[in-house]
Each structure stands twice: as C-alpha cells, then as structure tokens.
C-alpha cells in the first residue's frame, strides 16, 4: 500500500528555521506536495517537487531525495503566522486521476 | 473565482437525521474530492469525480454515504442516516488537470458536522 511518515509536532521560536520531515513508500511515484493548514481553515497549496533537489518559494523550501523516498519542508525566518498543520501528499498511483494520498500532518507551534 | 464554496460551514444534526453537504467547484476544475478530517484518522478522501463521473468511491464508508455531480458546477454528499461517530469536517476541493503536473488541490472552508 501506500503510506506517508511525518513526525506529529513540531516547535520552535520566532525567526528560527525548522524543517518538517516525509518519508514516502509508494508503488509509484509522480511528485511530493506539501499543504499547509491553519487551525479551523482548510489547507492550501505550498509546494510541490517532482525532481530531485530544492525549490524555494520565499521563505519556505522544499526538498526531494526520490532515491530515499524522503521530502522535506524547510520554513525559515519563523513567524506566528507560520503556526499551522504541515501536510505532505503524494499522487495515488491506483488512480488514474489527480487523487492525492496526504500524511497525517505535523502541527508547528511557533512561540515568542 | 470565489475559489471552491461549500454550504452549509455548520451542521449540528440528531443520529439518524439526513445530511446533505453541498460544493461548487472552482469554473473549469475537471476534478473534485470530497475528503473528511478528524483528529483520529486525519484527512481522508471519501471519493472524486473527473468531468462529472465518478472515479472511484472506495474510501465512502458505508452505504450510507452517497455522493453525485449532476453538473459540473455542483456536488452533494448525502449522509443517511447520520451517526455520531460521522461528527467531521468535510471538505471539497476541485483542480485542474490541465495545469501543470503539480495536481494542486484547492479546498474549500469545509462542513464542520456534528451528529449529536
């Protein structure tokens, strides 16, 4: 089966980075995205990863290593805001479509 | 685009009450997903739809629940009868296909159910 691993809390301080780890087994595999959900919203696209290395979008960054099944979500310069529930997702391989298959997420608590 | 709408935001609802959970889709999304979210299980996919059809309803979880796309506009999820143990947000996303290969999904502000 399918399955996605990422650790369940995380937290740090104001203006420090932190890194949010997935590990992925799949049967096949079509990118890594990442969604990131505020308490009470719904989650919203940040990322996604299709080749090995690292994208940067301001002050968050992805990472992929396919040959490790690894992915990880890098967000620097922390703030408040940035307190929320971190989602990796992989495309389905069973389905034809766009399904994703999404961890459990990891809640960041960012403090003062 | 008012990005995806979902209606009701709340449904408060006795066990054994029918509950219909409505989604409009972001115009041009040829897909859309019906998900449920709790603390247990995090966030599941119920079943989606490309161009109206349904693709695949393997993760509904009992008979009870039941889900269309008359349109390419609208999709209800039907509940009947409620349980408690169905107390959830619900959440719709739809994307595009033809985007990219990223398979963004944009959710909508979700149902919070509660089945008392």
């Known amino acids: 089966g399918q399955s996605l691993e990422q650790p369940s809390e995380v937290t740090a301080v104001e203006g420090a980075i932190v890194q949010i780890n997935c590990t992925y087994q799949?049967?096949?595999?079509?990118?890594l995205s990442w969604y990131q959900q505020h308490d009470g919203g719904a989650p919203t696209f940040l990322s996604y990863?299709?080749?090995?290395g690292l994208e940067e979008t301001g002050r968050f960054s992805s990472f992929l290593s396919r040959s490790d099944s690894y992915g990880y979500l890098l967000l620097q310069e922390l703030q408040m805001k940035d307190s929320a529930s971190y989602f990796c997702?992989?495309?389905?391989?069973?389905?034809?479509?766009?399904?994703?298959?999404f961890g459990k997420g990891t809640t960041l608590s960012v403090s003062s | 685009d008012a990005g995806v709408i979902q209606s009701p935001r709340h449904e408060v609802t006795e066990m054994g009450q029918e509950v219909t959970l409505r989604c409009k889709p972001i115009?041009?999304?040829?897909?859309l997903f019906w998900y449920r979210q709790t603390m247990m299980r995090g966030l599941e996919l119920l079943i989606y739809?490309?161009?109206?059809?349904?693709?695949?309803d393997s993760g509904m979880p009992e008979d009870r629940f039941s889900a269309k796309m008359p349109n390419a506009s609208f999709s209800t999820l039907k509940i009947q009868p409620s349980e408690p143990r169905d107390s959830a947000v619900y959440f719709c996303?739809?994307?595009?296909?033809?985007?990219?290969?990223?398979?963004?999904?944009?959710f909508g502000p979700g149902t919070r159910l509660t089945v008392t």
């Open positions: 996303a739809s994307s595009d296909s033809h985007i990219g290969h990223s398979y963004e999904q944009y």
């Open positions: 990863n299709a080749l090995d």
């Open positions: 739809f490309n161009n109206n059809v349904p693709i695949d």
């Open positions: 997702a992989v495309r389905d391989p069973n389905q034809a479509g766009t399904a994703l298959i």
């Open positions: 799949t049967s096949g595999f079509y990118g």
């Open positions: 115009s041009g999304h040829d897909y």
